[in-house]
């Protein structure tokens, strides 16, 4: 974890972390009831959460069997549910739609996009709970690639200048943790720079 002395938050990962595994140590969907989340919220295993836009929506992962992705009116009340039992922590993971995507992947940093909606919303109603973001461009650029793409080929520096805006907009908008999924060269210690340039030193990396 990179981190500019935030002990609290780091005492409570571990925790989050310890509560996931006893879980693991349970059978089937009866590990999470005995968490306090039954069958049909098995959206927030693992502490993921997978949202997309609109009201009142709820659809099904074909891929993964019991998930659901939510929009935000439907999350807060899943959210208030993940906070009974302990858990201190969500990941929010989004899904974009096509005509929010692009070669420079310039959505990800957008001030309004869904993520930073979810974020403020969750903050607003639960101030207490941890959010975690991803720091990746491959739900926003229309090649599907984590990275700045010229003639075929991955362009390190650009792609980090990409993750380093989106990295702040998270943080700017209420996550607590950012969590860089991508595989560029120097990433972590440019968006520490950056997050603590931007007045978001207690924003950990992940």
Known sequence: IALSGCVLWQDRLYGFAESILKCISLDGEERWRKRGLGTGSMTIAGGRMLILDGQ??????????????????LLLPLAERALEPGIPALALFPVTPPDCKS?????????DHLMSRS????????????????????????????GILRDGVILNEE??????????????????????????????????????AAGNEQTMIL
Not at 58 to 65: F, G, L, T
Not at 121 to 139: Q, S, T, W
């Open 119 to 146: 974020n403020r919303a969750l903050k607003r109603r639960f101030p207490e709970l941890g959010l975690i973001g991803d720091v990746a461009l491959d739900p926003y650029t229309s090649h599907g690639q984590d």
């Open 159 to 196: 792609t980090i200048a990409a993750l380093i805006r989106q990295a702040v907009c998270l943080a700017e908008a209420g996550c607590d943790i950012v969590a860089p999924s991508d595989m560029m060269d120097g990433r972590v210690g440019a968006i520490r720079d950056a997050l603590d």
């Open 103 to 111: 070669e420079d992947a310039a959505h990800a940093w957008h001030d």
């Open 56 to 73: 009142g929506q709820r659809e099904p992962v074909a891929a993964m069997p019991g998930i659901d992705r939510l929009s935000v009116d």
